[in-house]
Antibody, heavy 122, light 106 residues
Framework: QVQLQESGPGLVKPSQTLSLICTVSGGSVSSGHYYWTWIRQPAGRGLEWIGRIYTRGGTDYSPSLKSRVTISLDTSKNQFSLNLSSVTAADTAVYYC??????????????WGQGTLVNVSS | DIQTTQSPSSLSASVGDRVTITCRASQTISNYLNWYQQKVGKAPNLLIYAASTLQSGVPSRFSGSGSGTDFTLTISSLQPEDFATYYCQQSYSTPYTFGQGTKVEI
């Protein structure tokens, strides 16, 4: 059973860069059957899709965050990462990493990390 | 972006009730629609993909239907462990947007 675990600072200052890592165990980030995704959820609110990376390195980002987001893959460490630059208080949220799986031609997020809370505050 | 709108935003129901949640997409998405359940303090859990296919291990009291722009999630007989928030997500085109959620209170 694959497991995902987010890690990174719980507190980031405004205007700085938020950096998180998702470590995958029990499976390989190099598998062509999957893609790797970041989602966030402000307290008491809904889910926001941030972006994804394919095993061959291609990426898709939410247009609302595209100018500030970078998602990368490190196959040697079986990890993928999220960098979000120029953060403000509006970026305070629980950040989830998740595995996207192809069920035939349909895509869904079938495995999730437990989430990590990131506060943006001076 | 494709917008996905859920209704209602919350509902109260009793154990044994039949519960229906609706998700509407702002443009046709065929059957590229997923449903997730999220319990308090936990990550979401995939219930249904391709609008109507039950994920492995999900109880059969959950079902999904719909195509095009209108979709439903039905819980045939609500159980105490179904107290949660439910989200739809379109996987037709990026960004794969989520609905705003429906909170089910027992």
């Amino acid at each position: 059973q694959v497991q995902l675990q987010e890690s990174g600072p719980g507190l980031v200052k405004p205007s700085q860069t938020l950096s998180l890592i998702c470590t995958v165990s029990g499976g390989s980030v190099s598998s062509g059957h999957y893609y790797w995704t970041w989602i966030r959820q402000p307290a008491g609110r809904g889910l926001e899709w941030i972006g994804r990376i394919y095993t061959r390195g291609g990426t898709d980002y939410s247009p609302s965050l595209k100018s500030r987001v970078t998602i990368s893959l490190d196959t040697s460490k079986n990890q993928f990462s999220l960098n979000l630059s120029s953060v403000t208080a509006a970026d305070t949220a629980v950040y989830y990493c998740a595995r996207g799986r192809y069920f035939g031609g349909w895509l869904a997020l079938d495995q999730w990390g437990q989430g990590t809370l990131v506060n943006v505050s001076s | 972006d494709i917008q996905t709108t859920q209704s209602p935003s919350s509902l109260s129901a009793s154990v044994g009730d039949r519960v229906t949640i609706t998700c509407r997409a702002s443009q046709t998405i065929s059957n590229y629609l997923n449903w997730y359940q999220q319990k308090v303090g936990k990550a979401p859990n995939l219930l249904i993909y391709a609008a109507s296919t039950l994920q492995s291990g999900v109880p059969s009291r959950f079902s999904g239907s719909g195509s095009g722009t209108d979709f439903t999630l039905t819980i045939s007989s609500l159980q105490p462990e179904d107290f949660a928030t439910y989200y739809c997500q379109q996987s037709y085109s990026t960004p794969y947007t989520f609905g705003q959620g429906t909170k089910v209170e027992i």
